[in-house]
């Protein structure tokens, strides 16, 4: 009866140790994911704000070619110059 005490106390101190080394693991990788999901946030606020920006960037143009649309290159440049600034 002692055997299988000592076996069973054996077994259960073994898998606590495992249980802590995984535990450890995990923990940095926890630590990992939640570092590139705040990457990913940053990544996709980014990209909403460029989607933002184009869009407001074509319709100043469309608003621009209906107002006074440059005929020449010179012209576009020029214009473009002044609208960018």
């Known amino acids: ?3 299988v005490v000592a076996t069973l106390k054996a077994r259960i101190e073994h898998l606590e140790a495992e249980l802590a080394a ?9 630590a990992h994911y939640e570092h590139e999901r705040e990457r990913a946030d940053l990544l996709a606020k980014g990209h909403e704000k460029l989607e933002i920006q184009l869009k407001n960037l074509r319709l100043h143009l469309q608003s ?3 107002i006074a649309a440059p005929r020449t290159l010179h ?9 960018s600034g």
């Open 1 to 3: 009866m002692n055997d």
């Open 22 to 30: 995984e535990q450890q693991r995990s923990a940095g990788e926890r």
């Open 64 to 66: 621009g070619r209906q």
């Open 75 to 83: 012209d576009w440049w020029r214009w473009l110059r002044a609208t």
